[in-house]
């Protein structure tokens, strides 16, 4: 048990007409250390003018009704009570009887802030009407409704009491007390005339209709747009999963044809390789000897054809084309014994790519070289050619053979043309040295970043 306990209550909101103060509400309590018995009143200005005291009449009676003593006066001094306000909730109004169990309160003078005095003037006291849901009158989406024309009017949408108008006064839709004189609301400022039209059920229904309406239209409009989003995202997740597949797919095939090509590519080297080698292998150890007829027999297409000492071979396959190979003899007019040279010409004119090609291939082979300007191609073949590049390269075919194998290529005519010439090693260098033929080293070709390093 705490300090004090209730022993009696007043009845709420206590109205006397014209009086300008409401009693709210008030109590007994009795203080279980001394039981003493103290009682609390709230009291609320409900008129415009401002209060700055209130006397109070306070009857006690004992647990019978029975009066104790005469009554008591209370004075709450130094107010600036407005409108609305209330005060005495916190304030103990202590009684020397200890019997006393019940009350009886009546206001009995109230002095306002200018000195005007508002005197008891002995009338009826009556409880104030309690504000009354108005949900008993309209519908909750009708009450619903009137909340938002309030809200969109006024600013406010927590109305919920009905529209009551009593002798002298009328309790608003939000829940305050007003004066009959007053048109308007004094707390929430709407007017009565606005309330009560507002509060027309047929009009509340046409209004609700038309917010129904709007807001099924809304709900569509809301709904689209959440569609049209979805298509959107779908669309986007779709096309992001098409460029990811497609650039997978790409890559995938760019490496694979970067696989074949390379494979292609070396295909292509070995081919030209060893074609290269083919040649050299079978004219090198014959070239510059004294060879026998029957060592050349095999490769040359018509021995009697050779009578004009220049055809050897009328088709020959090298770099991937056809050509004849033809010879050159040395002045005493013997065949086979003195043939120095052999020269490989294409019957179709070799393609750029194709000459590089070559190039790349032999200077892998053989090392780099670079390209001979000032020579006379008289000193290599009969076949007398000027403005042509030739590119030489020492082949050591075995101990004591060396040979130089001799790209010319003759842009001018259209013609180029693979020549083998074939020295005698030692000779070689000596004739070599003599012409001024020699190598560069810092020679830098493409070839250096070429592809092919098997
Ligand atoms: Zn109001």
Same mark, same amino acid.
């Given at each position: 048990?705490?300090?004090?306990?209730?022993?009696?209550?007043?009845?709420?909101?206590?109205?006397?007409? #014209?009086?300008?103060?409401?009693?709210?509400?008030?109590?007994?309590?009795?203080?279980?250390?001394?039981?003493?018995?103290?009682?609390?009143?709230?009291?609320?200005?409900?008129?415009?003018?401002?209060?700055?005291?209130?006397?109070?009449?306070?009857?006690?009676?004992?647990?019978? +009704?029975?009066?104790?003593? #005469?009554?008591?006066?209370?004075?709450?001094?130094?107010?600036?009570?407005?409108?609305?306000?209330?005060?005495?909730?916190?304030?103990?109004?202590?009684?020397?009887?200890?019997?006393?169990?019940?009350?009886?309160?009546?206001?009995?003078?109230?002095?306002?802030?200018?000195?005007?005095?508002?005197?008891?003037?002995?009338?009826?006291?009556?409880?104030?009407?309690?504000?009354?849901?108005? %949900?008993?009158?309209?519908?909750?989406?009708?009450?619903?409704?009137?909340?938002?024309?309030?809200?969109? #009017?006024?600013?406010? =949408?927590?109305?919920?009491?009905?529209?009551?108008?009593?002798?002298?006064?009328?309790?608003?839709?939000?829940?305050?007390?007003?004066?009959?004189?007053?048109?308007?609301? +004094?707390?929430?400022?709407?007017?009565?005339?606005?309330?009560?039209? +507002?509060?027309?059920?047929?009009?509340?229904?046409?209004?609700?209709?038309?917010?129904?309406?709007?807001?099924?239209?809304?709900?569509?409009?809301?709904?689209?747009?959440?569609?049209?989003?979805?298509?959107?995202?779908?669309?986007?997740? $779709? $096309?992001?999963?098409?460029?990811?597949?497609?650039?997978?797919?790409?890559?995938?095939?760019?490496?694979?044809?970067?696989?074949?090509?390379?494979?292609?590519?070396?295909?292509?080297?070995?081919? &030209?390789?060893?074609?290269?080698?083919?040649?050299?292998?079978?004219?090198?150890?014959?070239?510059?000897?004294?060879?026998?007829?029957?060592?050349?027999?095999?490769?040359?297409?018509?021995?009697?054809?050779?009578?004009?000492?220049? &055809?050897?071979?009328?088709?020959?396959?090298? &770099? %991937?084309?056809?050509?004849?190979?033809?010879?050159?003899?040395?002045?005493?007019?013997?065949?086979?014994? =003195?043939?120095?040279?052999?020269?490989?010409?294409?019957?179709?004119?070799?393609?750029?790519?194709?000459?590089?090609?070559?190039?790349?291939?032999?200077?892998?082979?053989?090392?780099?070289?670079?390209?001979?300007?000032?020579?006379?191609?008289?000193?290599?073949?009969?076949? %007398?050619?000027?403005? #042509?590049? &030739?590119?030489?390269?020492?082949?050591?075919?075995?101990?004591?053979?060396?040979?130089?194998?001799?790209?010319?290529?003759?842009?001018?005519?259209?013609?180029?043309?693979?020549?083998?010439?074939?020295?005698?090693?030692?000779?070689?260098?000596?004739?070599?040295?003599?012409?001024?033929?020699?190598?560069?080293?810092?020679?830098?070709?493409?070839?250096?970043?070429?592809?092919?390093?098997?």
């Amino acid at each position: 048990m705490g300090r004090y306990t209730e022993v009696y209550s007043l009845d709420k909101n206590i109205y006397k007409k #014209a009086c300008p103060i409401l009693i709210v509400g008030g109590r007994l309590l009795k203080d279980n250390h001394n039981n003493q018995i103290l009682g609390q009143v709230k009291l609320k200005n409900i008129v415009a003018e401002q209060i700055k005291a209130i006397f109070i009449n306070i009857a006690t009676y004992d647990v019978l +009704h029975n009066q104790i003593d #005469a009554s008591i006066e209370y004075q709450y001094l130094d107010l600036q009570l407005q409108r609305d306000d209330a005060c005495g909730e916190q304030t103990a109004i202590y009684f020397t009887d200890q019997r006393i169990r019940e009350i009886d309160v009546k206001i009995q003078k109230v002095v306002f802030a200018d000195g005007k005095i508002w005197e008891d003037d002995s009338g009826e006291t009556t409880k104030l009407h309690d504000c009354t849901p108005l %949900n008993e009158d309209l519908q909750d989406e009708l009450v619903q409704q009137y909340q938002r024309e309030c809200q969109s #009017a006024y600013g406010s =949408n927590s109305d919920s009491c009905a529209l009551r108008e009593y002798e002298d006064y009328w309790i608003c839709t939000c829940g305050a007390m007003n004066w009959k004189e007053e048109k308007s609301c +004094h707390k929430c400022g709407k007017s009565k005339d606005w309330i009560k039209f +507002h509060l027309d059920e047929t009009l509340l229904r046409d209004n609700l209709e038309e917010y129904n309406t709007e807001m099924e239209k809304r709900r569509v409009e809301q709904e689209r747009i959440q569609a049209e989003q979805k298509v959107e995202k779908e669309k986007l997740t $779709k $096309k992001r999963n098409k460029i990811i597949a497609i650039t997978s797919v790409a890559a995938a095939f760019i490496f694979v044809v970067f696989v074949v090509y390379q494979s292609v590519q070396f295909q292509e080297y070995n081919k &030209l390789s060893k074609g290269i080698d083919k040649y050299v292998n079978t004219f090198s150890k014959k070239v510059g000897y004294d060879c026998e007829d029957e060592e050349w027999s095999d490769i040359i297409s018509d021995p009697y054809s050779f009578e004009d000492r220049n &055809l050897i071979k009328d088709k020959y396959n090298l &770099l %991937n084309q056809k050509g004849a190979v033809y010879a050159l003899t040395d002045d005493d007019g013997s065949e086979y014994s =003195n043939i120095y040279t052999v020269t490989w010409i294409p019957d179709d004119m070799l393609s750029d790519d194709k000459i590089s090609e070559i190039k790349k291939i032999v200077m892998k082979k053989y090392g780099d070289t670079e390209k001979k300007s000032d020579y006379s191609l008289e000193d290599y073949t009969s076949l %007398n050619r000027d403005n #042509a590049d &030739l590119y030489s390269w020492d082949i050591e075919v075995d101990k004591n053979t060396k040979c130089v194998l001799n790209l010319v290529i003759h842009r001018e005519s259209g013609e180029v043309q693979l020549q083998i010439v074939n020295y005698d090693y030692i000779e070689t260098i000596k004739d070599e040295n003599e012409s001024g033929s020699d190598y560069d080293s810092d020679y830098d070709s493409d070839y250096d970043s070429d592809s092919y390093s098997y």
